[in-house]
């Protein structure tokens, strides 16, 4: 049998990948699994295989507009089968966080129902009067007025949360204002720098490996992009795979101070480490 050469564009040879299955799996969605509303090739196959193989997996996602009741509606419209437990937002691990941090606290959110939602139901009152929090989300209708509000909120002494740090966000006209650069507004403007829970805060991965009883030294994280899934994968202790079906590319990757532990075109060429 022929050897099999190893990519140069791959950091870890293709002998190395020998001993690389792991017992649970994360993955992001954007970029991973679907691609511009539909499934990027392979990743029905790849879902299915974790499932044959008996692998518990989450499935991530900065984005905080849905809940993951809606995602996973989205996502088998797609004709990938995944579950609402099977999905792990940044608004889900901003709630728990608070939850952990302040018990039956208060927040002003400025977001959309996956927010609102997670945090009602992890016990949050949700008031403009004297919060404890002003968490930033994302949502398609950022208003001069929330912003305001949050802005005069944080300066009155509120803990500045935001869900996660992308600037931007897509949409089939070009890119959109997102949480991290609505983020920067409201800081500038208050001297005060939110905490941002999502990717790339490893916290999202401990809450996530917890949700699965994962640990990291038998965990692998999948994602496509070097500033926030490979870093904070890494960060957590984790496996990394970069696919290159997303953001980052192949020739970008060396301009990183870090590497991932693979790098693979697309969730298509790992069915055989699952």
Not at 97 to 115: I, K, M, T
Not at 138 to 145: G, K, L, P
Not at 162 to 186: K, M
Not at 247 to 264: I, K, M, N
């Amino acid at each position: 049998m022929a050897t099999e050469q190893p990519d140069p564009r791959h950091p870890v040879e293709a002998a190395d990948t020998d001993g690389f299955r792991s017992r649970a799996w994360l993955t992001d969605m954007d970029g991973v699994l679907v691609s511009e509303g539909r499934p990027i090739p392979g990743a029905d196959a790849f879902v299915a295989a974790l499932r044959a193989a008996g692998r518990p997996f989450l499935v991530l996602t900065n984005n905080s507009i849905w809940t993951a009741r809606d995602l996973a509606a989205r996502l088998q419209s797609m004709g990938l089968h995944i579950l609402e437990d099977e999905i792990w937002t940044s608004a889900l691990a901003t709630a728990t966080f608070l939850a952990d941090q302040r018990p039956g606290g208060s927040a002003y959110v400025v977001g959309e129902a996956g927010l609102t939602s997670a945090l009602h139901d992890a016990g949050f009152v949700l008031t403009d009067t004297d919060p404890d929090y002003v968490v930033l989300g994302e949502t398609r209708t950022y208003s001069f007025e929330a912003i305001t509000k949050a802005i005069r909120l944080v300066g009155a002494g509120a803990r500045f949360i935001a869900t996660n740090p992308d600037p931007t966000g897509p949409s089939p006209e070009g890119p959109l204002p997102a949480c991290g650069a609505v983020a920067e507004l409201i800081a500038t403007a208050t001297r005060r720098r939110p905490y941002v829970i999502g990717k790339p805060n490893p916290m999202m991965f401990r809450y996530a490996m917890n949700m699965i009883g994962a640990h990291s030294e038998t965990t692998t994280m999948v994602g496509d992009r070097m500033d926030t899934d490979v870093i904070s994968g890494m960060e957590a202790g984790l496996r990394t795979v970069l696919v290159l079906s997303g953001v980052t590319q192949a020739d970008e990757v060396d301009a990183f101070p870090y590497r991932p532990s693979l790098v693979r075109g697309s969730v298509a060429e790992l069915l055989d480490l699952v």
